[in-house]
């Protein structure tokens, strides 16, 4: 089936959805209409309606209509490594390409990822350079793009592979020293490249009001185990660097790219854990993306319809089950552009703008358009992968489940924000002991956040308060039933999450 006569109505979508962004402040009433429902059908749309993006990786030259139309996120796949853009002494240059991707994603109101400042690989002739160097080429492209940038891959494949849980040995890596010889860079005496390079990036991005988040980002590291059983070591070296680095007193880290490169390697195979090894890391307070998603053919025997397609189905339901997975990037268009051609791990096949959508494109799509469902269960011990937080590695309180015996509603919020605007995901959930048949939620925001259009719920807004009613249904709330809801938004300034919101007027827990 040929993609191009469903991408008329894709580009009305995305208009509709744009066009809601220009709603003023006031009252607004914003349900999606006939037209939303009828064209909701690319995979940036339905993702933004559960909540988060679904993006591509691209080039200059792949740069065909399907790419605005069909994806939210755009992630330059060559054009802002160093080897494209690093001058002597940390400087950049040769952005035209680079320059050309984030215009194209602008118009085409993607967000960007930038891929990727400091790599052993394509470094080009920042290749060797020491800390100071770095930390001038990391000043220098974070200033470079500003918040055009919605998220940085600051570090890229710091470990080493076979599942070793070690660093790699080649630069960057010379630079780290393990003073006191403890096995790990995590000493104030040691000297360690990923927390002095986040070090100097979130101090850029602090001194310039910067929103851009900035990521870490490897391969393998998808599952909390590996093919056979055993741990993935690899993943478990990562999670002590998020949680050092992402944590007080440093706070560096804002979100965690796993690769998702899917392949017969026992190391990159495709694990019914993932959704708890996602789950470990968002519980730590980051966003985790699925940040270069392919699944090579093999995975399902050859079978590139059904069971790439349901490998697919997979992956995205693990991360639409977790509210901090807030993004996924198939690493580009189709089969035979891609990195891996002979593998055929994309959503098209075709080539040079005339694509046609895979059993894998469909399978996301229905995967997206079903929503995040029921996110985040308060962990039990057996579903815990993490050595339980003591009290005061608790990641904010906002998300520490509060009892679920107190009052009568809890309410879940999460939000993916760019530049200017976000999108949100909010469950409300009956904690009582009577059935509530029609529903209100209620909040003010303490920013000047403007919901400009909603889904699931019926949206209004008068000065900062927010109510969001029902759907026709959705109205029904049994005794621990939930029923969630999500909607757009734009602001300036900071975008802090309410923090109260009351159900039929009463006050409800967060969780
Ligand atoms: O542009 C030249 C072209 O002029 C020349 O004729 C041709 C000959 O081989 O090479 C072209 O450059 C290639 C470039 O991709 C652009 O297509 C390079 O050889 C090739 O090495 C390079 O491969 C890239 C690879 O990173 C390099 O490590 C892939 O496109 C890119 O998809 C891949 O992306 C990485 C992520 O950055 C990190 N994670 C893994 C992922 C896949 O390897």
Same mark, same amino acid.
């Given at each position: ?54 993006? /591509? ?44 991707? @984030? ?5 085409? !109101? ?24 770095? !930390? ?6 974070? &200033? ?19 599942? =070793? ?42 001194? !310039? ?16 185990? @590996? ?7 690899? *993943? ?19 979100? /965690? ?35 270069? &998603? ?13 069971? +790439?397609?349901? !490998?697919?189905?997979?992956? @995205? ?21 891609? $990195? ?70 809890? /309410? ?5 924000? $760019? ?29 000047? +956040?403007?919901? =400009? ?11 900062? +308060? ?17 029923? *969630? ?14 923090? +109260? ?8 827990? &967060?969780?």
């Amino acid at each position: 089936m040929s993609s191009s006569s469903g991408l008329s109505k894709i580009r009305s979508a995305l208009v509709v959805l744009s066009a809601g962004a220009l709603v003023a402040a006031g009252a607004v009433s914003l349900q999606p209409g006939p037209a939303q429902a009828a064209t909701g059908d690319s995979l940036g749309v339905a993702a933004a309606k559960a909540g988060l993006f679904f993006g /591509v990786a691209a080039s200059p030259g792949r740069l065909s209509s399907i790419v605005g139309q069909e994806f939210n996120q755009l992630t330059p796949e060559n054009e802002m490594k160093p080897e494209a853009i690093a001058g002597s002494g940390g400087t950049v240059q040769n952005t035209g390409n680079a320059d050309t991707l @984030v215009n194209y994603a602008q118009n085409n !109101n993607m967000i960007v990822r930038g891929h990727t400042m400091v790599w052993y690989s394509q470094a080009g002739s920042l290749s060797g350079a020491n800390q100071s160097t770095l !930390n001038t080429y990391i000043k220098n492209v974070l &200033l470079k793009w500003g918040n055009k940038i919605a998220y940085w891959d600051v570090v890229n494949e710091s470990l080493d592979d076979n599942n =070793t849980g070690n660093r790699r040995n080649q630069w960057p890596h010379t630079l780290d020293k393990d003073a006191n010889n403890d096995g790990d860079y995590f000493d104030s005496t040691d000297t360690d490249y990923i927390r002095d390079s986040f070090k100097q990036a979130r101090q850029v991005v602090q001194a !310039n009001n910067l929103k851009t988040k900035l990521c870490i980002n490897d391969y393998d590291i998808e599952g909390l185990t @590996v093919k056979g059983g055993s741990k993935n070591k690899k *993943s478990d070296a990562m999670y002590e660097i998020v949680k050092k680095y992402s944590q007080e007193p440093t706070k560096y880290i804002d979100c /965690v790219g796993f690769q998702a490169h899917f392949n017969d390697n026992p190391n990159s195979v495709i694990t019914d854990d993932l959704e708890a090894n996602i789950r470990r890391y968002a519980e730590l307070g980051v966003e985790v993306h699925l940040s270069e &998603l392919d699944i090579d053919d093999d995975l399902s025997n050859n079978d590139i319809g059904k069971g +790439q397609a349901e !490998n697919y189905r997979k992956v @995205v339901r693990a991360c639409l089950n977790v509210s901090k997975c807030t993004g996924i990037t198939v690493w580009g268009i189709s089969d035979s552009e891609s $990195w891996r051609s002979s593998e055929r791990g994309l959503l098209f096949t075709g080539s040079n703008g005339s694509y046609t959508k895979k059993a894998a494109y469909t399978a996301v799509l229905e995967e997206l358009k079903k929503g995040r469902g029921t996110v985040d269960p308060t962990p039990t011990p057996s579903e815990d992968p993490t050595p339980t937080p003591t009290p005061s590695e608790d990641p904010t309180p906002s998300d520490t489940p509060t009892d679920p015996q107190t009052g009568t509603c809890r /309410v879940t919020y999460s939000d993916n924000t $760019w530049n200017s605007g976000f999108t949100a995901a909010v469950t409300v959930e009956n904690t009582g002991s009577d059935a509530i048949d029609g529903w209100s939620l209620s909040w003010t925001w303490p920013g000047n +956040q403007k919901v =400009t259009s909603a889904w699931n719920a019926t949206v209004t807004q008068s000065g900062n +308060q927010v109510t969001a009613r029902n759907a026709s249904y959705n109205n029904l709330l049994a005794p621990g039933a939930k029923a *969630s809801f999500g909607f757009q938004a734009s602001y300036s300034g900071s975008n802090d999450a309410p923090e +109260q919101f009351a159900l039929n007027g009463e006050t409800c827990s &967060l969780g």
